[in-house]
């Protein structure tokens, strides 16, 4: 792996990496690695000949300045576990994996944009859209400058940030770029909860009852096949919400889950259904934010 932190050395190895007429992956993260984010890594090892991994913490995606200086940055560690995967999967891939962690200058030279650039319409209108103001603008921001350094055939986003990836597509369409967009599958823990750099602001008693996000949506799908959508809906919140009242020894100190929204939608248009039957080719999603322990935490179900 190569460490690069300057755009115009990207720029100048992609030049390299097409003159070869290598294809390039792109896998665009904020660090704070984790298994999943390495499981995206090697994905795009497999199927491309060259792939960037961005490591970048977006100050425009964030809007609430507390979360923005809240976010983990931890690069050394990071760049460690790159390599480790790199022994772990054998391949000799130093020359064609790029880690580029750019400075927020080299990634806006002209200043960081204030204004909201992107519209996405009803894609970003439901979940985490309206209470995020101006997070997908600043998301599609980065990512297409980081398509127009890294110039990929693909390009790799996890499936935990289902709303983003319906986001990037919509965003692929408007600025009609021929990139392949690769949602991958989350990746959980051995006890279910999805892996995110968040986890590790839960406190011990918050981690141990945390998969029981997982567990629910679990649940709920299989209460999919006989419950109505706003039954199935009502018994998640609802689940969640009481989860301290029926299990007070496992919830010391007032520790609760607190869902923010649970919403089933048609897992192309984001759309909220009423019934099973009104879901699209891509079938019906789940998507759930919930506030634990002080941390907001995400996860989906596909039904
Ligand atoms: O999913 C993330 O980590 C970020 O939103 C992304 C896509 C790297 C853009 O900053």
Redesign the pocket.
Do not use: C, E, K
């Given at each position: 792996m190569k460490q690069i932190t300057k755009a115009a050395e990207l720029q100048q190895a992609v030049a390299e990496a097409k003159a070869q007429n290598l294809e390039i992956g792109l896998v665009?993260?904020?660090g704070a690695l984790h298994e999943g984010h390495l499981s995206l890594i090697e994905r795009a090892l497999k199927e491309n000949d060259f792939v960037v991994v961005?490591l970048?913490?977006?100050p425009i995606?964030f809007n609430n300045k507390e979360d923005l200086a809240k976010y983990p940055r931890t690069i050394e560690a990071d760049l460690d576990l790159i390599k480790s995967l790199e022994l772990r999967i054998k391949g000799a891939c130093t020359d064609r994996l790029v880690a580029f962690t750019p400075t927020v200058e080299e990634m806006y030279p002209d200043g960081e944009p204030t204004e909201i650039v992107y519209h996405f319409g009803p894609v970003e209108e439901v979940m985490e859209g309206p209470r995020r103001p101006g997070h997908f603008s600043?998301?599609a921001v980065?990512?297409r400058r980081?398509f127009d350094l890294a110039q990929p055939k693909r390009a790799y986003?996890?499936e935990k940030?289902y709303q983003?990836v319906a986001v990037?597509r919509a965003l692929l369409e408007q600025i009609k770029y021929p990139i392949e967009l690769v949602p991958c599958p989350i990746v959980r823990a051995d006890d279910g909860l999805a892996l995110s750099s968040r986890n590790m602001r839960l406190s011990p008693a918050a981690r141990a009852i945390a998969p029981t996000i997982n567990a629910t949506l679990e649940q709920a799908a299989e209460m999919a096949e006989y419950e109505d959508v706003d039954d199935v809906k009502e018994w998640v919140v609802d689940t969640l919400a009481s989860f301290h009242e029926v299990n007070p020894s496992l919830c010391p100190d007032g520790l609760k889950f607190e869902p923010e929204y649970f919403e089933i939608v048609d897992a192309r248009t984001l759309q909220p259904i009423e019934n099973w039957d009104a879901a699209g080719d891509l079938g019906a999603v789940g998507c759930i934010a919930v506030w634990l322990d002080g941390v907001r935490l995400i996860d989906i179900v596909k039904f």
């Open positions: 665009p993260t904020m961005s970048f913490v977006n995606q600043g998301v980065v990512v980081l986003f996890g940030d983003q990037i």
